[in-house]
């Protein structure tokens, strides 16, 4: 979808490095999502933001943190990666706060070696 | 703690089938529930669904949802090539504002 792009698309990265994803949206809404999707597990939600400064954790944040200083990005950090973290990470946003009216990203497959 | 579960987790049918996809839930303060399909990339939305026994359509696509039995389905009638693909189901709460909680997705594949 036009309105949300991922960067990068893939990565490779070593055990022990820190990684950053980026999260671009061009629809000015409120609310943006990382999701990891791994076989077996479905889409689980990392960490989540309802505003610019405004984020909290999902189910799944540990070793990951979050960053969103301007509307428009939202950046995922993987302090020091690991194997585990090795999956598909989907951004989502959405302006309700029912549920709805969800749009994700393209994803960005990671892989730790 | 919550749980979404879909089944079955994968399905091959031949072009033409009608096929059933099942979601159950095990939420407290459930909201709505919402089906996704997911091709290559990413999910695209296919359905909310708040009320018990209103029937939702798009095409070949059709979706219901009981509240008392927790559950909903998904049919797709007349398949074609073009419907293979993750089916994700997700449920909201009224208390988790707009998150998501996904099932773990029925892989379906549909054969000429």
């Known amino acids: 979808d036009a309105g949300i792009t991922q960067s990068p698309r893939h990565k490779v990265t070593e055990t022990g490095t820190p990684v950053t994803l980026r999260c671009h949206q061009t629809e000015n809404h409120r609310y943006m999502y990382w999701y990891r999707q791994d076989p077996g597990h479905g889409l689980r939600l990392i960490h989540y933001s309802y505003g610019v400064k405004d984020t909290d954790k999902g189910e799944v944040s540990d070793g990951y943190s979050v960053s969103r200083s301007k509307t428009e990005d939202f950046l995922l950090t993987l302090e020091s990666a690991t194997s585990s973290q090795t999956s598909v990470y989907f951004c989502?946003?959405?302006?309700?706060?029912?549920?709805?009216?969800?749009?994700f990203g393209s994803g960005t497959r990671l892989t730790v070696v | 703690e919550d749980k979404v579960v879909q089944s079955p987790l994968s399905l091959v049918v031949h072009e033409g089938d009608t096929v059933t996809l099942n979601c159950s839930y095990e939420?407290?303060?459930?909201?709505?529930l919402l089906w996704y399909k997911q091709e290559k990339k990413a999910p695209t939305f296919l359905f909310m669904l708040?009320?018990?026994?209103i029937e939702k359509k798009s095409g070949r696509l059709s979706s219901i949802l009981d509240k008392k039995e927790l559950f909903s389905i998904l049919n797709i009638t007349a398949t074609q090539t073009g419907d293979s693909a993750i089916y994700l189901c997700a449920v909201v709460k009224e208390t988790s504002g707009s998150r998501l909680t996904f099932g773990e997705g029925t892989q379906l594949t549909v054969n000429p």
């Open positions: 708040t009320s018990s026994g």
């Open positions: 989502a946003i959405s302006e309700m706060r029912t549920g709805d009216g969800y749009t």
């Open positions: 939420v407290t303060n459930f909201r709505s």
